[in-house]
């Protein structure tokens, strides 16, 4: 599904749509070949045995009486179905407002709001009770009139059986033996029958916790590959946008008639104030969304006529927020590779200074992240993204705002091993400190998705634009916190040459 889907999402409701239908449809083929179709075929020997072995007045009561039956099952049961729907959605609610509460359980202690989030959950479990009282009433009612009927055609049955044995009819003579015989098998009939209505509910309620499910698998794609698409074929990495506009609402455009060129080995950087569309064009890149006019290519190549798939593997992204799976140090490294050797693990955590760190854990690489990698530091997580990335050894390489979340201190140290991600291959840098991009090839700065000014460093300084005031807001902001700007971030010419100090 696309990111766009993804950011609107709600985890506990979407896993307990998954949970509820995948069961359901256990549920539904179960009731369907081994009750429904035996119940039907009793149902068939019934009226034919009273037919031929009694009279067939006996037939047609059996056979009116599951009518009957049938339609107010399913009159009642298509009655009630607005009822399940209503607690479907309260159980979602609720399962989405506990989920959300223990995976930001951290901001619940920060702000002590967990009398709060406790008075949240009960709400939600007081409206999915109210709704499943609801739903349970309704059944009741169902239930008494599946009964109704069923006494009403048992009754009837019963006093016709009895005349034939007083007075007989049409020749037909019977025993007190046959009242009973009937009486029995009719009784015996009615139980599979009461199933048979509880089983077409359960089907009914089946069918509605699937449609959740099939909502959700029928959801469009939002970016689809061309029909025709082929695998992309690098020849260095040159980025090109042309003319591009994209907008998340149309109301509110984000890029407008965007164009410039990354050479292949090169650093580019791009800066400005939020809302600017610096990570939207990260995004647009790896075409999480499709642009509204305009094209992207990649060495010529427009990415809209490649594979998504060989799009992705050729581009390394390092973004602000790692988020690491809930398994070992190594299996979140190898997720760069998932064919990589131990060794080739090993060698991508050396390159990003971890590997020592890593030795230092009592259970080393086999050492488990936790939930989202909480387990780790700030830096830590950082430089697994960053192995993670060295193992893929993508041709270009994103880095979205990988150090903003971080201390200064911490920044300038991961900064080395961002240097080797970075060299020898086309780069995107978004940033919001600026000392870190000062090495840029050519920095672009951003202003409601339109470029003000574009150059180097000192280019941009000279002119004494936006850069030039953003660049002294900062520096007197790191003077009076102590911190002087990093020179030390490592990036290319086009020859691949470091432009390290």
């Not at 009750?35 to 020997?45: C, E, H, L, R, S």
């Amino acid at each position: 599904l696309s990111l766009r889907w993804h950011l609107g999402r709600k985890t506990g409701e979407v896993l307990r749509v998954i949970d509820r239908g995948t069961s359901s449809i256990n549920t539904l083929l179960s009731y369907i070949v081994f009750q429904i179709f035996p119940t039907i075929a009793d149902v068939i020997i019934a009226i034919a045995y009273f037919i031929t072995f009694f009279n067939y007045l006996f037939g047609i009561i059996v056979f009116c009486s599951m009518v009957v039956y049938l339609i107010v099952t399913v009159i009642i049961t298509e009655w009630r179905t607005k009822y399940r729907r209503q607690m479907n959605l309260r159980d979602n609610e609720a399962n989405a407002k506990a989920v959300d509460s223990l995976l930001n359980f951290e901001t619940v202690k920060y702000y002590e709001a967990s009398d709060w989030e406790r008075q949240r959950y009960r709400d939600a479990i007081l409206s999915y009770q109210k709704a499943e009282w609801n739903s349970t009433a309704s059944l009741n009612l169902l239930n008494l009139v599946q009964n109704m009927v069923n006494t009403v055609g048992l009754a009837a049955g019963s006093l016709l059986c009895a005349w034939a044995v007083v007075h007989g009819i049409n020749n037909l003579n019977l025993t007190v033996g046959d009242y009973v015989l009937f009486g029995t098998y009719l009784a015996q009939l009615y139980v599979p029958l009461n199933w048979l209505g509880t089983y077409y509910r359960m089907i009914q309620q089946a069918f509605i916790d699937m449609e959740n499910m099939f909502d959700l698998l029928d959801k469009d794609l939002e970016v689809k590959d061309a029909p025709n698409a082929k695998d992309i074929e690098l020849q260095g990495g040159k980025i090109q946008f042309k003319k591009v506009c994209f907008h998340y609402d149309p109301s509110k455009p984000i890029l407008k008639d965007l164009s410039f060129t990354v050479p292949p080995g090169h650093t580019y950087a791009l800066v400005g104030h939020t809302g600017s569309g610096k990570s939207t064009i990260v995004r647009l890149l790896f075409r999480f969304y499709d642009i509204q006019s305009g094209s992207i290519f990649i060495d010529g190549q427009d990415i809209k006529e490649v594979t998504q798939k060989s799009l992705r593997q050729c581009i390394g992204v390092v973004p602000q927020d790692t988020v690491l799976f809930n398994s070992d140090i190594r299996y979140n490294i190898r997720y760069g590779k998932v064919s990589a050797s131990d060794e080739e693990v090993e060698n991508a955590a050396q390159a990003a200074e971890i590997h020592n760190r890593i030795l230092n854990f009592p259970q080393k690489y086999e050492t488990v992240v936790g939930e989202r990698g909480l387990k780790l530091s700030g830096g830590e997580k950082q430089r697994v993204a960053i192995a993670r990335t060295l193992l893929k050894a993508p041709a270009i390489v994103l880095l979205d705002e990988a150090t903003s979340a971080l201390d200064t201190k911490t920044e300038r140290s991961i900064q080395a091993s961002l240097a080797k991600v970075c060299e020898n291959r086309t780069t995107i840098i978004v940033a919001h400190r600026l000392s870190t991009i000062i090495h840029a090839n050519q920095i672009i700065v951003l202003n409601e998705g339109q470029i003000m000014e574009m150059g180097t460093h000192q280019e941009l300084l000279e002119q004494n634009g936006q850069y030039a005031e953003m660049w002294q807001s900062q520096l007197i902001n790191e003077q009076q916190e102590g911190d002087l700007p990093d020179a030390n971030f490592g990036v290319q010419d086009g020859n691949g040459a470091s432009l390290l100090n």
